[in-house]
């Protein structure tokens, strides 16, 4: 079973940064990919990026090049670095794995970027 807890959402000012951390307290054996997806309010859930086993790597457009996906396979856990963060990132923030062909979800975090 795969157990999937995000934590590291907050409110931050515009430019500023946070990491979200999402660890699974479960197996990680057999999990193919992994990764960041977000709800903006009024807005259908996201992609924000992946990361499969050969540490593949996939952004959405609106947060290349301030985005930062990582998995650390020994600790189970997968992070995300936000940098410059703007208004527009503002939403509740889920982590994914895929294993077996299921998808697991965690339960969210909410990220807030407002002065």
């Not at 995000?6 to 946070?18: A, C, D, H, I, T």
């Not at 540490?55 to 290349?64: E, F, G, I, M």
């Amino acid at each position: 079973q795969v157990t999937l807890v995000e934590s590291g959402g907050g409110l931050v000012q515009p430019g500023g940064s946070l990491r979200l951390s999402c660890a699974n307290s479960g197996t990680g054996f057999g999990i193919t990919a992994m990764g960041w997806y977000r709800r903006a309010p009024g807005k259908q859930r996201e992609l924000v990026s992946t990361i499969d086993n050969e540490l593949h790597t996939n952004y959405a457009d609106s947060v290349r090049g301030r985005f930062t996906i990582s998995r650390d396979a020994r600790r189970n856990t997968l992070y995300l670095q936000m940098n410059s963060l703007n208004p527009d990132d503002t939403g509740v923030y889920y982590c994914k794995a895929v294993r077996f062909g299921t998808e697991y979800w965690g339960q969210g975090t909410q990220v807030t970027v407002s002065s």
